[in-house]
């Protein structure tokens, strides 16, 4: 049990859809980052959060967006979804922002089905 | 740009074998940190190692070895007398200055 929680587990929902993933970082952590995975492929950095403040950006889309909140905890709102969205979302966190030599510790993921 | 090439897309052997599985990346920054994830078929990402830039000591864990060459900008990961529980997609990745960068992962099968 790394110490992330990722809700919902499973999410099945519809184009044109919109659906928001939660991530509650370990005890202590201060950054988390968003990352896809889509079916056979590699992790795709979506956004990291330090301290509820954007620290870095990736390949995210314009109707994907994020937050971090007071308490740390953060959620992934995926608007307009298409079919390509499909895919399994990880939360992962660590203690410290950029430039830390932390690892990072994953959730087990957000599955998230369009049908 | 930081950058992580995981050449070898799947790797097949038969439990006991030792294998290889190869990890070079790309960066502009002086200090980093390398690591290896394994990803077994339950989905989760279980961390490996952590290794960083100035320290190019291998390391050994029991049947786990990694080779840190600084001169070829590679991380390899070798699993010694390999078992049917290493099956799994391993990711290696580079953290710099900013975010943690994944290479596409390799998924190494072991057949019994």
């Known amino acids: 049990d790394s110490g992330v929680t990722q809700t919902p587990k499973h999410l099945i929902t519809a184009t044109g859809q919109r659906v928001t993933l939660r991530c509650s970082p370990r005890?202590?952590?201060?950054?988390v980052y968003w990352y896809q995975q889509s079916l056979d492929q590699g992790l795709q950095f979506l956004i990291q959060?330090?301290?509820?403040?954007?620290?870095a950006k990736g390949n995210i889309l314009e109707r994907f967006s994020a937050q971090q909140f007071p308490d740390l905890h953060s959620e992934l709102n995926l608007s307009s979804l298409e079919l390509g969205d499909s895919a399994l979302y990880f939360c992962?966190?660590?203690?410290?922002?950029?430039?830390?030599?932390?690892?990072?510790?994953f959730g087990e993921g957000s599955r998230l089905t369009v049908l | 740009a930081q950058k992580v090439t995981q050449a070898q897309t799947e790797i097949s052997v038969v439990e006991k074998e030792d294998v290889t599985l190869d990890c070079v990346y790309e960066?502009?920054?002086?200090?980093?940190?390398l690591f290896w994830y394994k990803q077994p078929p339950s989905g989760e990402l279980v961390f490996l190692i952590r290794?960083?830039?100035?320290?190019?000591q291998n390391e050994i864990s029991g049947r786990y070895s990694w080779n840190f060459q600084k001169s070829t900008s590679s991380f390899n990961f070798t699993i010694t007398a390999s078992q049917v529980v290493d099956s799994a997609v391993y990711f290696c990745?580079?953290?710099?200055?900013?975010?943690?960068?994944f290479g596409a992962g390799t998924r190494l099968t072991v057949k019994p």
């Open positions: 990745a580079l953290r710099g200055n900013n975010d943690m960068r």
């Open positions: 005890s202590g952590d201060l950054s």
């Open positions: 959060y330090y301290n509820g403040e954007e620290r």
């Open positions: 992962a966190s660590s203690l410290g922002g950029a430039g830390t030599t932390g690892e990072l510790f």
């Open positions: 960066t502009r920054d002086t200090t980093y940190y």
């Open positions: 290794r960083n830039s100035f320290d190019e």
